[in-house]
């Protein structure tokens, strides 16, 4: 007991202290995202130049808005979440697009209701109540059975679901299953270190975070967006397994942290949340300023970006390499469906209104600062 309020006391030290910093510095002083997360000569905006989200975008998120009612699952904010599956997957067709979208849609209802920065604030019953839910979303099997009184997020998961395994090879299913429901699991329920018990590490932070982010499902997605499946018994022949797991957890770091620091001011400032890369270096380094404490979050970033950067070179040398085959058209539609990804997770987040804010200190994220956004047509 003398430890957990160590720990409680310690996380409310770094919150007051990362609060008060904030509120100097945002009647001031802004960053650049863009520019904490450049690695020296590349230009993330360059990079993303090119980029287009869904061209049936406006068509996708109707047809999910039908999908939300009828379950009653689509929030007053929902337009602008769910058009990030259609920046994620913009080549995917339009079945599996509206899967996708709807995946989405489903995920980001559970995580506004009661995921790790809601949970704590609802009341013991509500809490019992979503942990009886989840419980239910995570024991499902490939047959994907509700029982009969089921709710209708758990009906509109599983009509999803449904319609991804049934025109996807049931083994890639399966392990899609498995992080997804391992994501929805970890992400429902309190993450703060008072309820951990214990003040994470950055590493042990970044580690929960990839799941809490459900990134891992994502990257199994770009499979079934392109409807094109990778044999990783060749990959390994090639020896091309190792490189892609680690662009793998690449891609997923540079999305969920990316999203740490646009969300930043939603989750730490409003909500005084501690599951986040920033607060996870304050608590680990209280000598550490605020401008310091930014600085050191971004670099993290960037360096995982400095590594996807890397990986692709490497995965492309090697595949150029390799004689002409079903398995090497597979493989360079999925490093391309990544770097995709990775341009996403950017575009999306400068472009929607989820984080956007009179007052914030990045610049990107300042509502009247923001430029002609991206285009939807």
Avoid at 86 to 115: E, H, S
């Amino acid at each position: 007991m003398k430890h957990e309020h160590s720990v409680q006391v310690a996380t409310r030290i770094a919150l007051i202290r990362v609060q008060r910093d904030y509120a100097e510095m945002v009647k001031s002083d802004a960053f650049s995202l863009r520019e904490l997360f450049n690695p020296d000569d590349f230009n993330l905006s360059d990079y993303c130049r090119q980029y287009n989200p869904h061209p049936q975008t406006e068509e996708l998120v109707d047809v999910v808005k039908e999908f939300g009612e009828r379950f009653s699952i689509w929030l007053p904010n929902a337009r602008h979440y769910v058009t990030s599956a259609l920046f994620l997957f913009p080549d995917a067709d339009f079945q599996r697009a509206t899967a996708l979208v709807k995946n989405l849609a489903t995920d980001y209802y559970l995580n506004d209701t009661m995921g790790r920065e809601i949970y704590k604030y609802l009341s013991k019953e509500q809490q019992r109540e979503a942990r009886e839910l989840i419980a239910r979303i995570t024991s499902l099997d490939e047959e994907l059975q509700t029982i009969p009184e089921a709710q209708g997020v758990e009906l509109a998961n599983v009509e999803m679901l449904s319609e991804i395994r049934d025109i996807s090879p049931l083994p890639w299913f399966m392990e899609f299953l498995k992080l997804y429901l391992y994501h929805i699991e970890v992400t429902h329920r309190d993450n703060s270190a008072a309820a951990l018990g214990y003040m994470p590490t950055v590493e042990e932070y970044i580690s929960m975070r990839k799941h809490t982010s459900g990134m891992p499902h994502i990257i199994s997605l770009a499979e079934y967006s392109d409807n094109k499946f990778l044999n990783w018994n060749w990959l390994a022949e090639v020896k091309l397994d190792a490189h892609l797991r680690r662009i793998h957890r690449a891609v997923a770091l540079f999305g969920c942290l990316t999203n740490d620091l646009f969300s930043f001011e939603k989750e730490v400032i409003d909500r005084n949340a501690d599951p986040n890369l920033v607060m996870a270096v304050a608590m680990n380094n209280p000598e550490m300023s605020f401008t310091e404490i930014i600085h050191y979050a971004a670099s993290i970033v960037k360096n995982v970006l400095t590594d996807f950067l890397a990986l692709t070179d490497r995965i492309h040398s090697r595949i150029q390499s390799l004689p002409a085959s079903e398995e090497t058209d597979t493989i360079t539609t999925h490093m391309g469906t990544l770097e995709k990804i990775v341009q996403a997770s950017w575009m999306w987040q400068v472009y929607t209104k989820r984080y956007k804010r009179e007052q914030s200190i990045w610049t990107e994220t300042r509502l009247h600062e923001v430029g002609k956004p991206v285009s939807l047509s």
